[in-house]
């Protein structure tokens, strides 16, 4: 028995096709990520959650209520699953980035936090709020549960990294999540501790609902 946690990248908005900072500003999904979250919410109730966490901006909330209704749960909002506060740099684009904070826009490519823009939250901050909400939610399912929280891609990854311990460098080595697309951790009780069973699965084209990644967690040799 194992329980697990799906976390979630909300589905396209707008800003996300054209490459704007969004952090905390609070954008809908657009056209494309409402097919995206309306695609996606059989295959992650098909894994039967019992439990379904968002964070409280748009794009995720409007994400985790597909989700909601084909597990016929209750979305539980919580601010601290938000992603990065980008500060000044919320709404540019990486050439409007360059443009107006050059010295900035070049530590960001160096992955330097030393030199952030006004109002911008660093990884440390990011990980302080992100990891005790996801345990909250680990903590949460019994043996054998399933919980599901949707969330934003760069905090998901701060999370991801710091429930399984991994140093924060180790970012580098993961692609960004698609958007709606799903990593799935499991907390098995006879082989212990926390692992990543399956990392940014999507919805595919013929793939039954029933057959989702992670859906099988029945030995160690599922994890991998």
Excluded at 6 to 14: F, N, P
Excluded at 58 to 82: G, H, I, K, Q
Excluded at 104 to 128: C, F, K, M, P, Q
């Amino acid at each position: 028995m194992t329980r697990r946690l799906v976390l979630v990248r909300h589905g396209q908005t707008e800003w996300n096709s054209v490459g704007r900072a969004q952090g905390h500003a609070d954008i809908s999904l657009d056209t494309t990520g409402h097919a995206q979250a309306a695609t996606a919410a059989p295959y992650l109730a098909a894994m039967r959650p019992v439990r379904l966490w968002s964070s409280d901006l748009a794009r995720a909330r409007e994400t985790a209520e597909y989700v909601a209704r084909a597990a016929s749960l209750v979305v539980e909002l919580d601010p601290r699953l938000r992603e990065y506060d980008v500060g000044v740099r919320s709404g540019l684009t990486p050439a409007e980035f360059e443009e107006r904070h050059p010295r900035e826009y070049a530590a960001w490519l160096a992955h330097d936090e030393s030199l952030l823009v006004e109002g911008e939250e660093s990884s440390t901050l990011v990980r302080e709020r992100v990891l005790p909400a996801l345990t909250d939610c680990l903590e949460a399912l019994r043996a054998g549960e399933t919980g599901i929280v949707v969330m934003h891609g760069a905090c998901l990854r701060v999370g991801l990294l710091a429930m399984l311990g991994w140093p924060p460098e180790t970012s580098r080595g993961l692609r960004g999540m698609d958007n709606c697309g799903w990593t799935v951790l499991g907390d098995h009780e006879i082989f212990g501790g926390l692992r990543m069973v399956s990392y940014n699965e999507t919805a595919s084209v013929g793939q039954h609902p029933d057959r989702a990644a992670g859906g099988d967690f029945a030995s160690d040799e599922a994890v991998g």
